[in-house]
């Protein structure tokens, strides 16, 4: 089955520091780019951060950039995001999410076809 | 990086159909071929129903179909069930090699 796993969420003081993992089973995550994704409580989703497959290109939301960072690690299955210099806006949930694939094709979609359960980040004092 | 603008909410009976819209600009929507939609229910994370403006991931019901005109993008859900009612958010890559999300739009059925 094909899975992802988000940990690491809390409550964290403003100006503090907090690292998000999402565990990948059941589909070769080194094959695949993987986005973090953000909803704070009764608001739309917010996309965050892209990382490519083996984690040499990455970008940003100008809302985060400069205070998190996205990596990878393929050998364990796993994608992170360094949050640092936290702040009250960054309350919410945070999903990692799969780039989109296409069997019939055998192409790499734009959309986000795989989603993870989600992690809740509180930030205030 | 600003939303996409979708309507608030929209309505429908069983069996009617509905179309759910997204506008963005030539930088985003206007400019790619890579518009998706997604579905969430309450304390559900978001589910893909269409990618790259119109294609259905396997296992959609193809009730929902997407399509594009300019800098706006469309979902449409025909045969509407009581199981459709959820919010639904339309999604764009961007000039920036960014993502950007719609608003939001909270679906009725009646």
């Known amino acids: 089955e094909v899975q992802l796993v988000e940990s690491g969420g809390g409550l964290v003081q403003p100006g503090g520091s907090l690292r998000l993992s999402c565990a990948a089973s059941?589909?070769?995550?080194?094959?695949?780019?993987m986005h973090w994704v953000r909803q704070a409580p009764g608001k739309g989703p917010v996309w965050v951060s892209r990382?490519?497959?083996?984690?040499?290109?990455?970008n940003y939301a100008d809302s985060v950039k400069g205070r998190f960072t996205i990596s990878r690690d393929n050998a364990k299955n796993t994608l992170y995001l360094q949050m640092n210099s936290l702040r009250a806006e960054d309350t919410a949930v945070y999903y990692c999410?799969?780039?989109?694939?296409?069997?019939?094709?055998?192409?790499?979609?734009?959309?986000?076809?795989?989603w993870g359960q989600g992690t809740t980040v509180s930030v205030s004092s | 990086q600003s939303a996409l603008t979708q309507p608030a909410s929209v309505s429908g009976s069983p069996g009617q159909s509905i179309t759910i819209s997204c506008t963005g600009t030539?930088?985003?929507?206007?400019?790619?071929?890579?518009v998706s939609w997604y579905q969430q229910h309450p304390g559900k994370a978001p589910k893909l129903m269409i990618y790259?403006?119109?294609d259905r991931p396997s296992g959609v019901s193809n009730r929902f179909s997407g399509s594009k005109s300019g800098n706006t993008a469309s979902l449409t859900i025909s045969g509407l069930q009581a199981e459709d009612e959820a919010d639904y958010y339309c999604?764009?890559?961007?000039?920036?090699?960014?993502?950007?999300f719609g608003g939001g739009t909270k679906l009725t059925v009646l």
């Open positions: 999410a799969r780039r989109g694939y296409n069997i019939l094709t055998g192409y790499y979609t734009f959309g986000m076809d795989v």
């Open positions: 059941g589909f070769t995550f080194s094959n695949y780019w």
């Open positions: 990382i490519n497959s083996d984690g040499s290109s990455t």
């Open positions: 030539s930088s985003d929507v206007g400019g790619y071929h890579y």
């Open positions: 790259d403006v119109s």
């Open positions: 999604s764009s890559y961007t000039s920036s090699s960014t993502w950007v």
